[in-house]
């Protein structure tokens, strides 16, 4: 699977974004997709995560109650509505796909997604 994100860009802190994320090539299977990012200076971390079907969902903490993953698989498209941005949330953004199920009780993990996008740069000024 192919990925592209977009919709990155220089936003001020409690503005709002919307990421797109667009699969191509072998997109049949029911699997599940995910945004991850990379803050500057620091590892990789998971913000949100989607099964096939959209029945459920999952979100780390500091993007809980903001940040709301979607996915239109008409499409072939996976979303990430980021609301209430702070300053914290700037970062390199990946799409994942070809996430199976959930593996670990803790949550998605970036070992988990066998597909990545390129990313997309969202910087939020203060």
């Known amino acids: 699977v192919q990925l592209v994100e977009s919709g990155g860009g220089l936003v001020q802190a409690g503005e709002s974004l919307r990421l797109s994320c667009v699969a191509s090539?072998?997109?049949?299977?029911?699997?599940?997709m995910g945004w991850f990012r990379r803050p500057p200076g620091k590892d990789r971390e998971f913000v949100a995560a989607i099964t096939w079907d959209g029945s459920r969902t999952y979100y780390s903490d500091s993007v809980k109650g903001r940040f709301t993953i979607s996915r239109d698989n008409a499409k072939n498209t996976l979303y990430l509505q980021m609301n209430s941005l702070k300053p914290e949330d700037t970062a390199v953004y990946y799409c994942?796909?070809?996430?199976?199920?959930?593996?670990?009780?803790?949550?998605?993990?970036?070992?988990?997604?066998?597909?990545w996008g390129q990313g997309t740069q969202v910087t939020v000024s203060s």
């Open positions: 090539g072998h997109t049949g299977s029911r699997n599940g």
């Open positions: 994942a796909a070809d996430w199976p199920r959930l593996m670990n009780p803790e949550g998605p993990r970036s070992a988990d997604f066998a597909s």
